[in-house]
C-alpha cells in the first residue's frame, strides 16, 4: 500500500504561483513513478504531468508545458508541482498518483494510488 497526502493549494491571483507537495509513505518512493491529475467540477480527471521514478524523465500535459514543472526529492519522499502563471482555468481539485509498475503516463488506470487532493482556485 502507498499512502499520498497533498498539500500547498489555496486561493491566488491570475498570474501567481503555487507550490503542491505530495508526501508518499508505504512503499519505497524511489521506485514509484508519480504523477499530478487535476479535475474541474463537473469535468473528467486529466493529466498533468508525471515525472519518472529516478527523476531524469518528465512528461506534461500541452496545457500547462512551460508553466508548470514537476520535480522529486526521493531522499524525502516527495513529489512537487511548481505551478507558474497560472490561470483561471487552471482552477481545480489536483490530485497525486503513484505508478507502481511503469509502462504508462498519462492515463488514470495507469495509477493505482491517489491522494485526496488539494483544491486550487484561480481567481481573475
Known amino acids: 500500500q502507498v499512502q499520498l497526502v497533498e498539500s500547498g493549494g489555496g486561493l491566488v491571483q491570475a498570474g501567481d504561483s503555487l507550490r503542491l507537495s505530495c508526501a508518499a509513505s508505504?512503499?519505497?518512493?524511489?521506485?514509484?513513478?508519480m504523477g499530478w491529475f487535476r479535475q474541474a467540477p463537473g469535468q473528467e480527471r486529466e493529466f498533468v504531468a508525471r515525472?519518472?521514478?529516478?527523476?531524469?524523465?518528465?512528461t506534461y500535459a500541452d496545457s500547462v508545458k512551460g508553466r508548470f514543472t514537476i520535480s522529486r526529492d526521493n531522499a524525502k519522499n516527495t513529489v512537487y508541482l511548481q505551478m507558474n502563471s497560472l490561470k483561471p482555468e487552471d482552477t481545480a481539485v489536483y490530485y497525486c498518483?503513484?505508478?507502481?509498475?511503469?509502462?504508462?503516463?498519462?492515463?488514470?488506470?495507469?495509477?493505482?494510488?491517489w491522494g485526496q487532493g488539494t483544491q486550487v482556485t484561480v481567481s481573475s
Open positions: 498518483a503513484a505508478d507502481v509498475h511503469g509502462g504508462g503516463a498519462r492515463q488514470t488506470q495507469d495509477y493505482e494510488y
Open positions: 508505504g512503499r519505497t518512493f524511489s521506485s514509484l513513478h
Open positions: 515525472i519518472g521514478n529516478t527523476g531524469r524523465t518528465t
